[in-house]
């Protein structure tokens, strides 16, 4: 290991919880999560691949292959390995091979049977506090299952290969951070499986209970009396990571020597009882990202929020997370995703996006319905 970055999870997990919107699945989203604690393949690709140009560029061998499969956009959306239709089904829903990706296509590189993804070095029998990325807060269940001693990392994951039942349930944990913001994630104590040495994955489920929406991934661990700490990610010295991950853009990503720019928030009177507040997060040669801040201000909860945008010729967007867009000449309407159109008097959700051209100040609009 000597060639290896050997982190504490904990502290990776409070430092680089992240959450963006824009989802590969075979249905629609309306969650986001990932275990942090034990690392998922894709949250410790996503940590491993890090630039301090919010570009994501593996260094782990298998991660390198698993991006290779199954595009950059797999590490930019690492906490949604899901399925939106899975209603709590496994054996037979998911198939053997495909339980890393939880049978969406988008993450299928996350399946490949290899020996050399990144690892949380454990101890069997141990208590430990397991983390979960929370982005949207939805109830239901956690459940942890571990690979049966005949395991082996040359082979494809089976049901067959998991000990029958989870070693670790959990309903409605509680959470830290704000829902919505890059910080919020479950926690919960728990005890390690014991009897276990070795190479092993630790597989996990998170069930809703409001809706049809599970999450699935796989924590490669090692049980060789470690407390969390994390090897294969990052190389021997891997710059520190941005605040944010920024979604890929679609054109040249901007430069390592252009620094990051930041304005603050500006926002029009509230029209239909919220209001729209714009930034802009980071601006590069030709390009930038921004994000806008949706706010009730009405006495009354609103069920959904239309939000329009107008930066005047020479800007296009070229993707946009929490929200759908349609453009318009220069005007720019953004309307409620499924999870984050219902809002609290008071209440905010965010949406943001990467654009062609320079930011300047938008005029902003919003109604509420």
């Not at 963006?20 to 942090?36: D, E, K, R, Y």
């Not at 020996?115 to 979960?132: C, I, Q, S, V």
């Not at 890929?248 to 009177?269: C, H, I, L, R, V």
């Not at 867009?325 to 995703?337: E, F, L, Q, Y």
């Amino acid at each position: 290991m000597k060639a290896l970055r050997r982190v504490a999870v904990v502290a990776a997990a409070s430092a680089l919880t992240a959450g963006l919107l824009t989802v590969v699945t075979p249905n629609a989203a309306s969650a986001h999560g990932a275990a942090m604690t034990p690392g998922s393949r894709t949250y410790l690709c996503w940590v491993d691949g890090l630039t301090q140009t919010g570009q994501i560029i593996p260094q782990n061998p298998a991660c390198s292959a698993a991006v290779a499969q199954s595009g950059a956009n797999s590490l930019y959306n690492w906490f949604s390995v899901l399925r939106s239709d899975a209603g709590g089904r496994t054996t037979g829903f998911i198939p053997d091979g495909q339980l890393c990706s939880g049978g969406n296509s988008g993450f299928s590189g996350y399946n490949l049977a290899r020996n050399d993804w990144p690892l949380t070095h454990l101890t069997a029998g141990a208590r430990m506090e397991f983390k979960y990325s929370n982005w949207a807060h939805h109830p239901g269940t956690f459940y942890f299952y571990v690979t049966k001693d005949s395991w082996s990392p040359n082979r494809a994951l089976a049901w067959n290969d998991l000990e029958a039942t989870p070693f670790l349930t959990v309903t409605n944990p509680p959470q830290r951070g704000a829902v919505g913001t890059n910080d919020g994630h479950y926690y919960f104590s728990g005890n390690l499986p014991s009897n276990k040495s070795g190479r092993h994955i630790i597989y996990s489920r998170w069930v809703r209970s409001d809706s049809q929406e599970n999450f699935f991934g796989c924590s490669d661990v090692t049980f060789d009396g470690g407390n969390g700490e994390v090897t294969g990610i990052g190389g021997d010295n891997p710059p520190p990571p941005p605040t944010t991950a920024p979604p890929p853009p679609t054109t040249a990503p901007p430069p390592t020597t252009a620094p990051p720019t930041t304005a603050p928030p500006t926002s029009n009177p509230p029209t239909g009882g919220c209001s729209a507040a714009y930034r802009t997060t980071s601006s590069w040669s030709g390009g930038f990202q921004g994000e806008v801040t949706v706010t009730n201000n009405s006495s009354a909860s609103i069920g959904g929020w239309t939000t329009t945008l107008n930066f005047g010729s020479g800007v296009t967007i070229n993707s946009l997370w929490s929200g759908t867009h349609t453009v318009s000449g220069s005007s720019v309407t953004v309307r409620n995703a499924d999870w984050n159109g219902s809002l609290s008097p008071s209440g905010s959700t965010t949406f943001g996006f990467v654009a062609n051209g320079s930011p300047g100040t938008p005029s902003t609009a919003c109604s509420a319905s």
